[in-house]
């Protein structure tokens, strides 16, 4: 194990003495997560990034960047090989930060596990590579769109929803369901489209719940967030049969949100916030 360390050290160390001291920090970025990349492209630091995850792939470009594994499976030998000057990580990916300092790579953390959290990650970023400028105009893009989508829901009444990021079902019916808690991006998401999430507790503590804990939620409103691998070949028909075969859940409009974005705690989240909004008060006749 130690040598094996020292190895990918060493790789990193040589292979970073081209690389001036004055322009090192973000010269050679490193992105472990879908947003963070979506992140650094916005901040037009996209050609700086020389590993990112397999599932970083938007904006397009970001394609062409050498992958470095998953989320959960990243190859340490694959970002020592890229050079870089700095990894960028997730407060979930503390471990792994871990291991990366341990071959003198350094690393940022940013929290996007809420929408202040977003924000804030774009204030991070932008602070440590030298973009301040175009992270204060992003985040106070962001925030206009906040503001205009809280202006047309004003004196709305709430809807409780309840959102699902998983299902398990067996012979047609739905036996489990990943819920998002009241601790999260989702719910953050609800608050501000004008709902309120119908599930008080937190990720942590729940995060399945079975069909009869659905019912026992009373949501006006159901979203379903479809983006597992292979999710593609669930139909919206076939997954709305499933919640209304739910005895007291067949009369609640069930929403099936698919978009590649939905499921990205990034800097398009006001894509998914107007998508949220429409349908939770149809009544407002454009959200945007």
Same mark, same amino acid.
């Given at each position: 194990m130690k040598t094996s360390a020292l190895l990918l050290s060493l790789i990193w160390i040589l292979g970073s003495i081209s690389?001036?001291?004055?322009?090192? /920090?973000?010269?050679?970025? !490193?992105?472990?997560?879908?947003?963070?990349?979506?992140?650094?492209?916005?901040?037009?630091? %996209?050609?700086?990034? !020389?590993? /990112?995850? /397999?599932?970083?792939?938007?904006?397009?470009?970001?394609? $062409?960047? @050498?992958?470095?594994g998953g989320f959960l499976d990243t190859n340490l030998e694959s970002i020592a090989a890229t050079r870089p000057s700095i990894a960028i990580l997730l407060k979930e990916q503390g471990e792994l930060a871990v291991k990366l300092e341990a071959l003198h790579i350094p690393t940022v953390i940013v929290d996007q596990r809420s929408v202040k959290g977003i924000l804030d990650s774009i204030s991070t970023i932008g602070r440590e590579c030298h973009q301040e400028a175009r992270a204060t105009a992003l985040r106070r893009k962001l925030e206009g769109s906040i503001t205009t989508i809280q202006n047309q829901v004003a004196g709305i009444t709430p809807k409780r929803a309840f959102v699902s990021v998983g299902r398990v079902a067996e012979n047609g019916?739905?036996?489990?369901?990943? !819920? =998002?808690?009241?601790?999260?991006?989702?719910?953050?998401?609800? $608050?501000?489209? %004008?709902?309120?999430?119908?599930? $008080? %507790?937190?990720?942590?503590?729940? @995060?399945?719940?079975?069909?009869?804990g659905i019912i026992a939620l009373n949501p006006d409103v159901i979203f379903e967030i479809v983006t597992e691998p292979g999710a593609e070949s669930l139909s919206d028909s076939y997954l709305e049969a499933l919640w209304h075969a739910i005895p007291g859940i067949s009369n609640v409009p069930v929403f099936i949100l698919r978009a590649d974005?939905?499921?990205?705690?990034? @800097? /398009?989240?006001?894509?998914?916030?107007?998508?949220? =909004?429409?349908r939770l008060h149809p009544e407002v006749k454009k959200i945007s």
């Amino acid at each position: 194990m130690k040598t094996s360390a020292l190895l990918l050290s060493l790789i990193w160390i040589l292979g970073s003495i081209s690389i001036s001291v004055s322009d090192q /920090r973000c010269s050679r970025i !490193v992105s472990l997560a879908p947003s963070i990349t979506e992140t650094l492209f916005e901040l037009d630091l %996209g050609s700086s990034i !020389v590993g /990112r995850t /397999r599932y970083c792939l938007y904006p397009p470009l970001a394609r $062409k960047i @050498p992958e470095i594994g998953g989320f959960l499976d990243t190859n340490l030998e694959s970002i020592a090989a890229t050079r870089p000057s700095i990894a960028i990580l997730l407060k979930e990916q503390g471990e792994l930060a871990v291991k990366l300092e341990a071959l003198h790579i350094p690393t940022v953390i940013v929290d996007q596990r809420s929408v202040k959290g977003i924000l804030d990650s774009i204030s991070t970023i932008g602070r440590e590579c030298h973009q301040e400028a175009r992270a204060t105009a992003l985040r106070r893009k962001l925030e206009g769109s906040i503001t205009t989508i809280q202006n047309q829901v004003a004196g709305i009444t709430p809807k409780r929803a309840f959102v699902s990021v998983g299902r398990v079902a067996e012979n047609g019916k739905l036996t489990s369901i990943f !819920v =998002a808690g009241s601790d999260g991006f989702y719910s953050d998401i609800l $608050k501000l489209a %004008g709902g309120e999430n119908a599930n $008080k %507790g937190t990720t942590v503590t729940l @995060p399945t719940v079975s069909p009869e804990g659905i019912i026992a939620l009373n949501p006006d409103v159901i979203f379903e967030i479809v983006t597992e691998p292979g999710a593609e070949s669930l139909s919206d028909s076939y997954l709305e049969a499933l919640w209304h075969a739910i005895p007291g859940i067949s009369n609640v409009p069930v929403f099936i949100l698919r978009a590649d974005y939905v499921g990205i705690p990034g @800097p /398009r989240f006001p894509l998914l916030l107007a998508d949220i =909004a429409a349908r939770l008060h149809p009544e407002v006749k454009k959200i945007s």
